[in-house]
């Protein structure tokens, strides 16, 4: 199994910038790829951006596209996502995600989740 925590996360006014760390333990060998989700209130839960570990592909939602940049330093096996230009629709708990091999399969890990207020 694979176990995240993530931090970074905090209150920051519009335009300001933010890094949410997610730290991965266990079975790190196995982990496939690693990203970045977020729920806002009411709202279902949506990607973000992800990261494959071994080509580093990376995949971000319009809606963050050219503002967030997800990054990957394999040897603190730990995932970055640098979070610039932030608006207040960006204000939602983000949660760390690593999908790793599991028998002739992959299963998902979640973190616990950080929550981004963006506000002035």
């Known amino acids: 199994q694979v176990q995240l925590v993530e931090s970074g996360g905090g209150l920051v006014q519009p335009g300001g910038s933010l890094r949410l760390s997610c730290a991965a333990s266990?079975?790190?060998?196995?982990?496939?790829?690693m990203g970045w989700y977020r729920q806002a209130p009411g709202k279902q839960r949506e990607l973000v951006a992800t990261?494959?570990?071994?080509?580093?592909?990376?995949v971000y939602a319009d809606s963050v596209q050219g503002r967030f940049t997800i990054s990957r330093d394999n040897a603190k096996n730990t995932v970055y996502l640098q979070m610039n230009s932030l608006k207040p629709e960006d204000t939602a708990v983000y949660y760390c995600?690593?999908?790793?091999?599991?028998?002739?399969?992959?299963?998902?890990?979640w973190g616990q989740g950080t929550q981004v207020t963006v506000s002035s």
């Open positions: 266990g079975s790190i060998f196995s982990i496939n790829s």
């Open positions: 995600r690593a999908v790793y091999a599991y028998g002739r399969g992959a299963l998902p890990s």
């Open positions: 990261i494959t570990t071994s080509g580093g592909n990376t």
